[in-house]
């Protein structure tokens, strides 16, 4: 009986499918990682994407990413969803931004809605609130790719530098914007509205300029300060972020700067009990004994919890009477707030959005809803147009009430879980970078308790990379830990 010969076209094809498949995946990967960095530094650009045709190209590319991502997945037949429990809160905020805009039964509304509108919904604006639940839907889709992308600890290091090197140029536009813009010029510095004296930098405002500072300066001292770069490559960050301070400074923003000296406090605490800690080990804490001490003692720790709390504190009741329509023509004092009757603080829109959380305490008034709400809670003059509570906490409780709170919360509390891994990581590089964006996200966190920075897409996209700089898997750490 003679053997039946194999045929190789079969096998030649099926062979070569698999490979083609693969092969085009990988690409699309690269490709796709390639893209969300570009969305990093695109969306940063254009006043930090506040116009509403620069959000929609936002969302088109993000929901065309995520379209070529699927088609990725069908491709090589795996599904990956990296850092589920992350995402998770992130998933339920957007489908209850956009449960506010269903039309439900009046049986079914909670208890203690103050506002009802003709259609029945949770949101007193359905437009605006569809508007902002598509924009929170973006931003989760690009955490989310972003995430599972950031595969490798080379990419990695690309999204640090990226975040690294949009502040500094956005630190170096701001400086040259303010040497270079005549008061005389009609028009704009580059951009058409970037008028004299209006903002630093590319923003409009100068807060967000201080919030685009505070998270690269948070990167750029944790790799410093966590031991993450090669000796002769410190003088060079060190000098960058010194660069970034100095913007910031000249913007304008104490908010900013209470940011900024939070972060330092922070790292200095972290960092030194790292260094404190790997010393005694090595050596037995014999030869430094102020180590040994250090590294157990408890009050030195309180002090400085003590510090940065009264560092908080003292930030908020500064900030407080900043008058927001003349914070940069008049200097006027705390004390003379009743000679100015047209302006508005800080202190009686915080005092007006608790009148309207209140009032709608469970879900809000809808996402996007806020300046249409406190008209009916001003207590100042209302010749101020209010669009945001200028506190980031209050406005998310004035939009969505407790479900909000609570799911955001959820996602705090996720972060911090799944930063203990990366903190520990034996990867020098990914600690000091973990270190890096916790500091910066604890001051981003301090600087909106008085503004509202995280709800500018531009300033929201580089925070998402924080996240996935912090929060990344063990896929990002090198197997055998090298010196930068």
């Known amino acids: 009986m003679g053997m039946r010969p194999y045929n190789t076209s079969i096998v030649t094809e099926m062979s070569f499918k698999p490979s083609l498949a693969s092969r085009s995946a990988r690409i699309i990967d690269r490709v796709l990682f390639v893209c969300l960095l570009a969305v990093i530094v695109l969306t940063a650009i254009p006043y930090g ?69 003709a259609q029945h919904t949770l949101s007193i604006d359905r437009y605006q609130t569809y508007l902002t639940a598509r924009k929170i839907l973006a931003l989760t889709l690009f955490l989310g790719l972003l995430l599972l992308h950031t595969s490798s600890p080379k990419r990695l290091r690309w999204l640090v530098r990226v975040v690294i090197g949009l502040g500094l140029a956005s630190a ?24 004299y004296g209006m903002g630093y930098g590319q923003f409009i405002s100068p807060n967000a300029f201080a919030y685009m500072m505070e998270m690269p300066f948070g990167i750029l001292l944790g790799l410093v300060l966590g031991g993450g770069l090669r000796r002769e490559r ?33 790292l200095l605490f972290v960092s030194l009990n790292w260094y404190s800690a790997r010393v005694v080990s090595r050596e037995g804490g014999g030869k430094h004994k102020w180590l040994n001490r250090l590294h157990a003692s408890l009050p030195v720790r309180v002090l400085l919890v003590i510090l940065i709390v009264g560092t908080l504190m003292a930030a908020v009741l500064w900030m407080g009477g900043d008058k927001l329509s003349v914070k940069l023509a008049q200097r006027a004092s705390v004390s003379n707030q009743d000679t100015f009757p047209d302006s508005t603080t800080r202190e009686e829109i915080w005092r007006s959005s608790w009148k309207l959380i209140k009032q709608n305490p469970w879900t809000g008034v809808g996402f996007g809803a806020y300046f249409l709400a406190i008209p009916e809670y001003e207590i100042s003059t209302g010749r101020v147009k209010l669009e945001q509570a200028h506190n980031d906490y209050l406005d998310l409780a004035a939009n969505g009430g407790v479900v909000a709170v609570g799911l955001a919360g959820w996602f705090l509390a996720m972060i ?17 970078a973990g270190l890096g964006a916790a500091a910066a996200i604890v001051g981003v966190g301090v600087h909106s308790r008085v503004d509202f920075g995280l709800q500018l897409t531009g300033i929201a996209v580089v925070f998402a990379a924080l996240v996935v700089i912090l929060v990344a898997d063990s896929r990002v750490e090198r197997q055998v830990e090298r010196k930068r």
């Open 234 to 266: 410190v003088p060079i960050y060190v000098a960058i972020a010194m660069f970034v301070w100095t913007a910031l400074v000249l913007s304008n923003s104490r908010g900013g700067i209470v940011s900024l000296t939070v972060q330092a406090v922070f």
């Open 172 to 195: 170096l536009f701001g400086v040259l914007r303010q040497w270079l813009q005549s008061p005389d010029s009609p028009g704009g510095f580059v951009l058409p509205f970037l008028f």
């Open 49 to 117: 994407t506040v116009d509403a045709w620069w959000e929609a190209l936002f969302e088109c590319i993000v929901f065309a990413l995520t379209a070529v991502w699927v088609f990725e997945v069908v491709l090589v037949g795996n599904w990956q969803v990296k850092r589920l429990s992350v995402l998770l809160p992130l998933i339920l905020i957007t489908a209850f931004a956009f449960l506010q805009t269903v039309e439900w039964p009046v049986t079914l509304l909670p208890a203690g809605i103050g506002r009802l509108t």
């Open 416 to 432: 911090a879980w799944r930063a203990r891994y990366s903190l520990r990581s034996r990867d020098t590089y990914r600690r000091a």
